[in-house]
C-alpha cells in the first residue's frame, strides 16, 4: 500500500511527492502520471504556509495569555497583601473577609478564564462602602485594566484555536488527496509493469519506501505542546 498515514507530518507528504514525481517524469512511459502529483506539490505551499502561520497564532496567543495571567496573579496577591495591612493583620476582619475567604494559594490557581471571573469579584467588591476611596482607588483600577486586557486575550485564543481547527481540516482533505494520487498511480504503474513484463518492484521504485521516509529526520516533525500533528 502506498497510502501514507495522516497522522505524519505534512513534510514527510511532500518528500514522497517530489520522489514519486521525479520518478514518473524519469521514465517516458509514466510522465503522463505527473500531472496530478505535480499540482498537489503545488498546492503543498500554501497548505504549509497555512500550517505555519495557525500554529504560529496559537503559540503567540498561549504566550500572551500566560504573560496576562501571571501579572493578573501578582494584582491579586497585591491585593490581598494590602487588606491584611489595612486590616492590621485581622483575618476576620469584614474588608478582608469579604474579598478573601480562602487562602491566597486558593485565589490565584487558576487557568487564565477562570482567573479572570475571581478577578471581576474582587473588583467589584471593592465597590462596597467597606473600603475608603484611596484602597479602592489604588486597586480597582488596575484590577480592571488587567481584566479587560485578559478578556481580550481570551478572545484571542479562542479565535486563534478556531483557526487552527479550521487549518487542520484543510490538511487533512490534501493529505487525504495526496493518499488517492499516491494509490490511484500505483495501482497503474502495477498495471503497466505487468503489461511490460517488469516485476512489482519496478511499481515500488517509483515511490520513497517506508524504510528511507523513516530514517529521514529532517522531514519530520513534532507538533507545539498541547497539540496534535494534523
Known amino acids: 500500500m502506498r497510502r501514507i498515514d495522516p497522522s505524519r507530518a505534512i513534510l514527510v507528504f511532500w518528500a514522497q511527492l517530489t520522489f514519486h514525481e521525479a520518478a514518473v517524469l524519469a521514465d517516458d512511459s509514466t510522465k503522463h502520471l505527473a500531472p496530478p502529483v505535480t499540482k498537489a506539490l503545488a498546492d503543498f505551499t500554501t497548505i504549509f504556509q497555512l500550517d505555519l502561520d495557525s500554529r504560529r497564532e496559537v ?8 504573560m496576562i495571567d501571571v ?14 495591612f489595612l486590616v492590621g493583620q485581622v483575618r476576620k476582619r469584614p474588608e478582608f473577609t469579604s474579598l478573601f475567604s480562602e487562602t491566597i494559594d486558593k485565589v490565584v490557581r487558576f487557568a487564565l478564564k477562570r482567573q479572570v471571573e475571581v478577578a471581576e469579584g474582587l473588583a467589584q467588591t471593592l465597590s462596597l462602602k467597606l473600603y475608603s476611596d484611596e484602597f479602592r482607588n ?9 481584566i479587560g486586557g485578559a478578556r481580550t ?12 481547527t479550521d487549518a487542520r481540516l484543510d490538511i487533512r482533505a490534501w493529505k487525504d488527496d495526496v493518499n488517492a494520487i499516491l494509490l490511484a498511480n500505483y ?5 503497466l509493469a505487468a503489461k511490460a513484463g517488469h516485476s512489482r ?3 515500488d521504485a517509483f515511490f520513497m519506501s517506508h524504510k528511507r521516509a523513516d530514517n ?11 497539540t496534535s500533528t494534523p
Open 59 to 66: 503559540l503567540k496567543t498561549q504566550a500572551k495569555s500566560g
Open 71 to 84: 501579572s493578573l496573579d501578582e494584582r491579586i496577591r497585591k491585593l490581598h497583601s494590602a487588606t491584611l
Open 138 to 146: 489604588a486597586h480597582q483600577g488596575p484590577l480592571q485594566a488587567l
Open 153 to 164: 486575550v481570551l478572545g484571542e485564543v479562542r479565535s486563534a484555536e478556531i483557526a487552527r
Open 187 to 191: 495501482g497503474e504503474l502495477v498495471t
Open 201 to 203: 518492484d519496478w511499481a
Open 216 to 226: 529521514d529526520d529532517e522531514i519530520e516533525e513534532q507538533p507545539p505542546e498541547g
